[in-house]
Structures are given as structure tokens and as C-alpha cells.
């Protein structure tokens, strides 16, 4: 399963952090502040696989936001860029040419979206479809639209 | 009273603060207004207001007084509150807290709710959080769900199974009757939740996983599916179907074939035809012949399969994609103890590894090279892996220092080679060496009597040219000490200068 993913800027400014574990904040913390220090140090055209503590790092880039996540030993790296991949595909669809403004400003529908991609560490849906439509039903029950001043779904 | 400020407003406020002190300031502000808001017991704002409370929460700033509104917020009746409680709850709530246990009526109510969105919120945030006091309350509800015929619920339901399992593994038994027939499913986020929630349970129970052992044959259907099929739209990445699925059976075909002959069996045919037919020009392609190397070489597959995962491998080392090289390189370690011949085989292709400009492709290469050391490459071996040791990284150094001595000690073979090989790397990484090595030196240097004039003055000359070094300066001053005599008689042995 994966430990955790976290989003942040080339400054190492969090814009996302999803745990999938228990753990106390101020661990927390420090673990974003690890995991910010060692991705940005690494230079351009090296492999996207850390090691870290008993954990797989997978890291990739997009723009100018860092897609970080853990996994354990029993995991498959390469597939782990695929379902990073899949996610900025499905922000991608969701604000219509992602950038990382969209998620500085709409943070918790990155997560709804996220939520609908995985579960306790673990992919939940592998149909881009389904996930699409889940989110845009869920957004048509939001009582008050107006609180959510956003770009056309779909 | 005035409306508290919207949250993308009080975002673009925040981010026009030119320096941390300002920005600290302006959240100090607005959090003694939410907190305030908060006291009125404001039903109006309470979402507004904790979401505003979750962005300020991931700049680091406090937000423990927000704890309460989150349950307040998935209490209420309306969605919007519900999906920010539930968010909140997630973010700010952790199970050491007794305040965490006060969701779980809640979560009881919802998971029960009309609304499958709102089902949805309450498994996902019991699946990704849920303490195991919540888990043994609610696993009951989950059960259920893991019944419906609801895809969208079910696929949920399985995960949040497993979250349980993971946390009370003394429930697993009471999901067993809901798995009956989970494989059936034709919808895919299903399938693949299932396919985990089996991992799962065959993982940790032997009983488990023998009476799963009979799935065999539908999973083998199931992934022969996804490659014979057609183009779907909705699941194909690069023309691969479902990859995500695929590598999942892939992985609990591993589990399931795992020192059972009848299974390894059934499964062989299954993976020879992925192993041959994936595409493999991109990264997806190879994500799913990485798993089916995996499974091929830990189940009991025939020996023709196993040299075809092991070339699969030699193939991943000439990747261009350095991601597919490094994945390579730590399988073959992994493959190397039980497959030692077939690995041998890519022997120059790793050791041209070592070259490599990445820092993580470099240190695998490494420890497989050492792995491939034997009696009858030592000497070519020992060359690329000195020429290694001069230009590689200090980080690498000390290990690699260590690596040299132990295969030096096993493969030797000459006293002559042993003592040159040593002191190449005291004189080239002599301060890198780990201090344990120098009474294994100079136990070494005792036992090769006819060598002690050889090397008290090769270790003499190496001072000469540099004593920095301390490992080289230790071992060269205890020979020094107990050959002096020879070094001083002049006696000469033929010295190879070394250069």
C-alpha cells in the first residue's frame, strides 16, 4: 500500500498531503520536510526511485509542482508513475489545463478527487470515466454552488 | 455581523504577503475570527470557515480548535458539509485523539445514508483512518456493503475490508462469505478492489490462502481477458488494457502460486503469454512484465519460464528509460542467490551499469556486482570494480571498500593478488576504509609470511606518497613496527611500481 502522497512546489511549499497511516503531526512534519529536502535536491535525469527508510520513494514532476509518493517493498514502482500519471490526468480534466494555481485555490476538490482514486493506500477505480462522473455528481449536490466559485467541470 | 471571508479570498489575501511575518499576521487575524465565529456556534459559516481552517492547516500553522467543528460539519445534514467535515476529519484528526470516536456514530448514520455520495464519504474516510475501535463497531455495516449489488459502494466497501483487516485482523473470517463472488463482478474498480482485498486476506492467514488457491483458474481467465480483449476505451492506457488490474492479479498470482506446484502450473501458460506479448515501448507496458518477472520467480514455474524473466531483465538493463534499468538491477539482486548462473549471464551489462550517471542506478550495480563475484571472474571483476572505487562518489566508497575485502578474502587467487588488491584500496580510498577492516588487514598481512617484505615496503612507499589517509597510516605504522627489519636490510623483492 502507499504510505502517503504529498504535492509540492520547486520553492518545497506543500500543496497537498494525503496519509495513508497514523501518525502524530509534528512526524508528519518532518517527513514532508525529508521528503521536500531529497526530491529537490535530485538533479534532472535521474531515475524517479528513492530509497528511504524501508519505503520506495516515487517521484515525478509536472510543471512546477513534485508528485511524491511512498510505497512499500512489495510494490511496483513503475506502475506507482501510473497512477501518479492518472491523477494529474484526472485534475486535468477537471480544471481543463491543470496548473498549479488550480490546486493552490481549489485544494479540496484535489482531494475529492484524490479520494475518489485511492483508498487506504490502494487504487479504488482504474476507469478515468467513472471517477470523472462520480465527481461531477457529487459537485451537482453541493447546496450552495456560489461557496464553490469554480471553472465548468466538464 | 459580517459574513466571514470566503475562502479563495482569504487564499489570495495570504499569498500577497511579502514576508513570513506578514502572513503570520494575517492568519493569526483570521483565525481569531473563526475562532470566534466558531463560539457563536455560526451553522451558516462552519463549513466556510473550516475549510478556510485546512488551508492554513497545510501552510503549518495550528488548527487543533477546528477539531470539533469537522464532527459538527459531518453531523450536519447538507452535502457540502458533510464533504469538509469529512475532509477535516481526515486532515485533522488522528486516532490517538479520544475526539476521533465521536465520528463513529456518525459514520454508522451515514453509511446507511440514502445518498451513495455520502456512503462514499463515510467508507472512505473509515477506510483511510478508522482507529481499530471504530473498525471493530463498524465492520458489521462494511460487511453489508460489501454485498451490494451498488458497484460504486462495493468497490468502496472492499477497501475499507481491507483497512479493517489490517487493523483487526482477528475480522477477516467475518468477510469471507461476502467474497464469494466478488471475481464474478464485471465492473472493474470492483474487480480490482477485490483482487486486493484477497491479497490481503491470503497474506495473513496460511488457512486463507489455501482456500483461495481454487480462484486460481478464474484470475487466469480474467487476466487472459484483459489481453485478448479489444480496444476499451474506458480502461486502456497505451493501448494496454487495464494495467492496473493486470499487475494486481498479477501480484496475487504470486501469492497463490507461491510453493504450490498445482497452481505454478495452472498459472504458467498465462505467464509466458504476458511475459511474450506486452508491448514494451512504454513505461506501462514494462510495469506489468516487471510484475509477471516477479511472480515467475517466485512461484514454481518451469525452468524455460524462468530464463525468459531473467532475459526480460537482461532487456530492462539495455532500456533507455532509466527508471526500467533501476527496476532491473534490484529484481536481478533479488533473483541473484537463486538464479546465480542465469543472472551471471548479464554480467558485462551490469558491470557497465556501474558507469551509469545516476547516483541510485550506481549503487545497485554495485551490490549485484558483488553478488556476481565468484572464484572465476575475480580478476576481471576486480578490476572494473576498482576503476569503480578510484571514480565513484565518497557516499559509495566505504561500502564499496568493504565489498573489495570480502570478495578479496573468499576468491583470492593468489597471496600476491590479496595483498596488491588491498593495498590498491588503502592508497585510493585509504580514508573511506570502515575502521573493522584494519585488524582483518593485518591479520591478513601476519598469515602471508612469505609476503612480508613485499608489503612492508609497498606499504612503506604508499606513506611516502601520501599519510593522510588513516586506515592505510594504522596498518603501513603496525607493519612498519613488525618488519621493520625487513624494510631496512633492503632486502628487495621485485616491486611492481605501483602506478
Known amino acids: 500500500m502507499m504510505h502517503f502522497l504529498l504535492l509540492f512546489s520547486r520553492q518545497g511549499k506543500l500543496r497537498l498531503q494525503k496519509w495513508f497511516l497514523p501518525l502524530p503531526e509534528r512526524e508528519r512534519k518532518k517527513i514532508v520536510k525529508d521528503m521536500t529536502t531529497m526530491v529537490l535536491a535530485r538533479k534532472p535525469r535521474t531515475c524517479n526511485f528513492l530509497h528511504w527508510k524501508d519505503l520506495k520513494i516515487v517521484y515525478k514532476r509536472y510543471a512546477s509542482l513534485y508528485f511524491c509518493c511512498a510505497l512499500e517493498n512489495q510494490d511496483n514502482e513503475l506502475l506507482a508513475l501510473e497512477i501518479l500519471h492518472r491523477y494529474v490526468e484526472l485534475l486535468d480534466k477537471y480544471f481543463g489545463n491543470v496548473c498549479e494555481l488550480d490546486i493552490i485555490f481549489n485544494f479540496e476538490k484535489a482531494y475529492f478527487i484524490l479520494d475518489e482514486l485511492l483508498m487506504g493506500g490502494e487504487i479504488q477505480e482504474t476507469s478515468k470515466l467513472s471517477i470523472v462522473k462520480s465527481i461531477e455528481a457529487s459537485d451537482m449536490l453541493q447546496e450552495t454552488m456560489e461557496e464553490y466559485i469554480s471553472k465548468p467541470a466538464f | ?499
Open chain 2, 1 to 499: 455581523m459580517p459574513a466571514p471571508i470566503r475562502l479563495r479570498e482569504l487564499i489570495r489575501t495570504i499569498r500577497t504577503a511579502r514576508t513570513q511575518a506578514e502572513e503570520r499576521e494575517m492568519i493569526q487575524k483570521e483565525c481569531a475570527a473563526i475562532r470566534s465565529s466558531f463560539r457563536e456556534e455560526d451553522n451558516t459559516y462552519r463549513c466556510r470557515n473550516v475549510a478556510k481552517l485546512l488551508y492554513m492547516h497545510m501552510l503549518g500553522y495550528p488548527a487543533h480548535f477546528g477539531q470539533l467543528e469537522c464532527l459538527k460539519l459531518i453531523a450536519s445534514q447538507k452535502f457540502t458539509d458533510k464533504r469538509i467535515g469529512y475532509l477535516g476529519a481526515m486532515l485533522l484528526l488522528d486516532e490517538r485523539q479520544d475526539v476521533h470516536l465521536l465520528m463513529t456514530n456518525c459514520i454508522k448514520n451515514d453509511l446507511n445514508h440514502s445518498t451513495q455520495y455520502v456512503q462514499g464519504l463515510s467508507l472512505c474516510t473509515l477506510g483511510c483512518m478508522g482507529s481499530s475501535e471504530m473498525c471493530r463497531d463498524l465492520a458489521g455495516e462494511v460487511e453489508k456493503l460489501l454485498k451490494t449489488s451498488n458497484s460504486y459502494l462495493r468497490k468502496k466497501a472492499a477497501l475499507c475490508a481491507v483497512h479493517v483487516i489490517r487493523k483487526v485482523p482477528e475480522l477477516m473470517e467475518m468477510f469471507l462469505p461476502a467474497t464469494k463472488n466478488l471475481l464474478s463482478e464485471k465492473n472493474h474498480g470492483v474487480l480490482h478492489t477485490s483482487v486486493v482485498l484477497l491479497t490481503e486476506m491470503c497474506e495473513r492467514s496460511p488457512d486463507m490462502l489455501s482456500h483461495f488457491r481454487k480462484l486460481v483458474p478464474q484470475l487466469v481467465r480474467i487476466l487472459k481477458n484483459l489481453i485478448m480483449s479489444g480496444y476499451s476505451p474506458e480502461h486502456d492506457v497505451s493501448g494496454i488494457s487495464d494495467p492496473f488490474l493486470q499487475v494486481r492479479i498479477l501480484r496475487l498470482l504470486r501469492i497463490l502460486g507461491k510453493g504450490d506446484d498445482d497452481s505454478s502450473e495452472a498459472m504458467n501458460d498465462i505467464l509466458a503469454q504476458v511475459a511474450t506479448n506486452t508491448e514494451t515501448s512504454k513505461n506501462v507496458g514494462n510495469a506489468i512484465l516487471y510484475e509477471t518477472v516477479l511472480t515467475i520467480m517466485d512461484i514454481k514455474s518451469e525452468s524455460g519460464l524462468r530464463v525468459l524473466a531473467i532475459n526480460i531483465l537482461g532487456r530492462f538493463l539495455l532500456n533507455n528509460d532509466k527508471n526500467i534499468r533501476y527496476v532491473a538491477l534490484t529484481s536481478l539482486l533479488k533473483t541473484v542467490q537463486t538464479d546465480h548462473n542465469a543472472v551471471q549471464r548479464h554480467r558485462s551489462t551490469i558491470v557497465d551499469c556501474l558507469k551509469d550517471l545516476d547516483v541510485s542506478i550506481k549503487r545497485r550495480a554495485m551490490e549485484l556486482s558483488f553478488a556476481l563475484v565468484n572464484g572465476n571472474n575475480i580478476r576481471g571483476m576486480m578490476k572494473e570494480l576498482l576503476y569503480f572505487l578510484d571514480s565513484c562518489d565518497p557516499d559509495f566508497k566505504a561500502d564499496c571498500a568493504s565489498g573489495i575485502f570480502l570478495a578479496a578474502e573468499k576468491y583470492a587467487p593468489s597471496k600476491r593478488w590479496h595483498i596488491d588488491t588491498v593495498m590498491r584500496v588503502l592508497t585510493t580510498a585509504g580514508s573511506y576504509v570502515r575502521d573493522d577492516s584494519v585488524p582483518n588487514l593485518i591479520q591478513l598481512i601476519t598469515n602471508s609470511v612469505e609476503m612480508h617484505a613485499y608489503t612492508v615496503q609497498r606499504l612503506y612507499k604508499a606513506l611516502l606518497d601520501d599519510i593522510s589517509q588513516q586506515p592505510l597510516v594504522q596498518v603501513a605504522s603496525w607493519c612498519i613496527g613488525e618488519y621493520g627489519d625487513l624494510l631496512v636490510s633492503g632486502q628487495l623483492h621485485c616491486i611492481i611500481l605501483h602506478t
